[in-house]
């Protein structure tokens, strides 16, 4: 059995799955976190209490095991993406677990944004965006790190994502995967490996950073630290694999793995990501979109929203909704885009396709007669076009075929109205599963480095199949075509600059 540990952005998780990626229920334990916020852009994490929930979820999730005869050969970690904590390093270069850290920085920590124009000139110049696959956005390390040396020696420190500090804390060494270390903006695609030039610009040395190990590398649960190498005993056998990052888990989980399916996941950010081979990655990423390493042998290009559920957890709190039977039956009975509003969905900034991080929101259209459900529903509908625009600029690129499905995992996706919205406006089948795509996905893997299954022997989890109706695409179309007019006329293009390649 595999135990699978997955640090999302507002819930930890942890849960046994089988080596096919079938949960074992009565194993999953749940508990949520919510960042520190400020209007001056800060969302973060206090490391220490961040790790003391981890270890109670995975310790509660060990103890049902146990009780029901589970063996755990295998342990394996999805995490939120571009996280970022510093850990001090000791004179001899090792980090110091028993040391304060630094705050977690979390993707929507928009203060670095501030170093944007005295780095622009030298992300255009050095090809960063190309090299990197990233774009110049205070979601990734590099503006981070620039920012925090104005007041840090941060040569002083170790930085890694807060999963590599869960390894340190529980392992005594920290790695990264090629998955977690692609999506921090300081990593050379071509070369597989941090980027000696962008670190020397920052001040850093290899060092600095964890590094970055093959696919196949894992430690033996034999190495696990006091106090979990008594309190955690039924680790002692099992292999413990380097986190990896819950984009590429999201496509594992949904059997994503090629050109062939695409995945959706639908949490409190969203994303859409296609799997490729690398002699198929591009050399510059589409327009508004990033590439990122699935493992050593795939590249994920796709798109990342920083509004979908935390989008609607906002509606929920701002609207006066009727109850969820009567408001989904309501939705299912509108047509397509009849809202006669246009919503630019950007309460937490925006990443694809601008990447306008002080973005704002904006309902246009508003009458009198307008109601909370009309309001709902503009909303769902700016979630699907924004991911259809995603798909287009994939299609545009050739890497996305008309032949491809989409996969749709997460929470929104249990709504069958949002489905249908979300089928109709990428114009494309897709396929709804109801399961913890990323969990699953680092269990899949898990199986896979183990040995104890093999790729074709995977099979996606039950779900719905949808399929786009004509006219309800064409009209959706032209809600794309209204949205894209309005963000152009208030934002302009992308940020100046901060995507050429």
């Not at 997460?410 to 599963?433: D, E, K, T, W």
Request: proline fraction near 7%; hydrophobic fraction near 45%.
């Amino acid at each position: 059995m595999i135990l699978a540990i997955d640090i999302g952005s507002s819930s930890l998780r942890a849960a046994v799955f089988s080596p096919d990626g079938s949960l074992a229920p009565e194993t999953l334990t749940r508990q949520p976190v919510t960042p520190a916020t400020d209007g001056g852009g800060a969302m973060t994490y206090a490391a220490e209490p961040l790790f003391a929930q981890l270890a109670q979820v995975v310790g509660k999730t060990l103890r049902v095991a146990r009780r029901q005869g589970y063996p755990i050969q295998g342990v394996g970690i999805s995490t939120m993406m571009h996280s970022l904590v510093g850990a001090r390093l000791t004179p001899a270069g090792r980090a110091d677990v028993g040391a304060a850290t630094t705050p977690v920085f979390a993707w929507g920590d928009t203060r670095s944004e501030s170093e944007r124009e005295n780095l622009v000139e030298y992300f255009a110049r050095r090809r960063l965006y190309a090299r990197s696959g990233c774009p110049l956005h205070s979601s990734y390390w590099l503006l981070k790190l620039a920012w925090l040396r104005r007041t840090l020696a941060i040569a002083e420190w170790q930085w890694m994502s807060f999963a590599e500090y869960a390894w340190l804390r529980l392992l005594g060494v920290a790695y990264a995967s090629a998955s977690l270390a692609s999506a921090t903006g300081l990593y050379a695609r071509q070369a597989g490996d941090w980027d000696e030039e962008t670190l020397a610009y920052l001040g850093l040395a290899r060092r600095n950073l964890t590094p970055v190990a093959d696919d196949g590398f894992a430690l033996s649960g034999d190495r696990l630290q006091p106090p979990f190498r008594s309190r955690w005993a039924s680790l002692r056998e099992a292999k413990f694999f380097p986190p990896l990052g819950d984009g590429a888990c999201g496509n594992l989980g949904s059997l994503c793995f090629s050109p062939r399916r695409a995945a959706i996941n639908l949490g409190t950010t969203a994303a859409l990501r296609i799997a490729a081979p690398l002699d198929r990655e591009p050399e510059a990423p589409p327009p508004g979109l990033w590439v990122y390493r699935l493992d050593q042998r795939r590249a994920l290009v796709g798109g990342a929203l920083s509004n979908a559920g935390n989008l609607l957890a906002w509606g929920r709190r701002a609207l006066r909704l009727p109850p969820t039977s009567r408001l989904e039956a309501a939705l299912q009975a509108a047509r397509p885009d009849e809202t006669g509003l246009t919503i630019l969905p950007f309460l937490a900034g925006e990443r694809s396709l601008g990447w306008h991080p002080q973005a704002t929101g904006v309902i246009a259209g508003l009458r009198l007669a307008t109601n909370p459900v009309v309001i709902w529903q503009a909303l769902l509908e700016a979630i699907a076009i924004r991911l259809a625009w995603i798909a287009e600029e994939l299609e545009t690129a050739g890497l996305f075929p008309a032949s491809a499905a989409c996969i749709v995992s997460g929470g929104a996706s249990a709504s069958p109205a949002f489905a249908a919205m979300l089928c109709h406006a990428l114009g494309r089948p897709i396929y709804v599963i109801q399961t913890e795509a990323s969990a699953r996905g680092v269990a899949l893997w898990t199986s896979l480095r183990l040995g104890l299954i093999r790729l074709d022997q995977c099979r996606l989890p039950d779900g719905r199949r949808l399929e786009p109706e004509a006219e309800a695409h064409a009209r959706y179309r032209a809600c794309l075509l209204r949205h894209r007019a309005a963000y152009r006329k208030l934002y302009g293009a992308a940020q100046p600059n901060a995507l050429a390649p």
